[in-house]
T-cell receptor
Framework: DAGVTQSPTHLIKTRGQQVTLRCSPK?????VSWYQQALGQGPQFIFQ???????QRGNFPDRFSGHQFPNYSSELNVNALLLGDSALYLC???????????FGPGTRLTVT | GQQVMQIPQYQHVQEGEDFTTYCNSS?????IQWYKQRPGGHPVFLIQ?????EVKKQKRLTFQFGEAKKNSSLHITATQTTDVGTYFC????????????FGTGTRLLVSP
């Protein structure tokens, strides 16, 4: 039973560039949430997708957008990267958007 | 917006000593979850509490949800070196889709 997978593992981008991160949920899960975790801090909720629609959104600018595909996998897109976007981006899946969140290993994004 | 604070920020104990972390929310929660994140790892779900005053135990770990559903605690009895990591509480709101607000975390270091 595959858990949550994310790609890529690490990524280095330059300010102003755009990035796409990918996530495949745990088998049987239909909801994907994205979190940003800066060094030494707790994960910050970005948004959540269910049935290919954004259901909840945290306090992040429109530069952060996402998508969910019919197979429940998801992408996180960040435009016009800033140095402050450097963080670990975590994807978590769940069933119906409630209860236990299964986290993936994360994508470490460095913006230079 | 909703804020979730944890104390202490950091604790260093000798193996065999007890450990407690406290979690306080600025708003009433519908539920609270606890996660453990090992250094370099991703958050791993420990437990969810839903009822006011609820107490749950997992071996050496005891979790409590306050009567007002605004605070929670995690107590570890007789710590082991395998307990090392950062413990996060995460508060869930009252909407159908879980928008988890993570606490600031408590980093636990256990010396043998």
């Amino acid at each position: 039973d595959a858990g949550v997978t994310q790609s890529p593992t690490h990524l280095i981008k330059t300010r102003g560039q755009q990035v796409t991160l990918r996530c495949s949920p745990k088998s049987g899960h239909d909801t994907v949430s994205w979190y940003q975790q800066a060094l030494g801090q707790g994960p910050q909720f970005i948004f959540q997708y269910y049935e290919e629609e954004e259901r909840q959104r945290g306090n992040f600018p429109d530069r952060f957008s996402g998508h969910q595909f019919p197979n429940y996998s998801s992408e996180l897109n960040v435009n016009a990267l800033l140095l402050g976007d450097s963080a670990l981006y975590l994807c978590a899946s769940s069933l119906g958007g409630v209860g236990e969140q299964y986290f993936g290993p994360g994508t470490r994004l460095t913006v230079t | 917006g909703q804020q979730v604070m944890q104390i202490p920020q950091y604790q260093h104990v000798q193996e065999g000593e007890d450990f407690t972390t406290y979690c306080n929310s600025s708003t009433t929660l519908s539920n609270i979850q606890w996660y453990k994140q090992r250094p370099g790892g991703h958050p791993v779900f420990l437990i969810q509490l839903v009822k006011s005053g609820e107490v749950k135990k997992q071996k050496r770990l005891t979790f409590q949800f306050g009567e007002a559903k605004k605070n929670s605690s995690l107590h570890i009895t007789a710590t082991q070196t395998t307990d090392v990591g950062t413990y996060f509480c995460a508060g869930g709101g009252n909407t159908g889709f879980q928008k988890l607000v993570f606490g600031t975390g408590t980093r636990l270091l256990v010396s043998p």
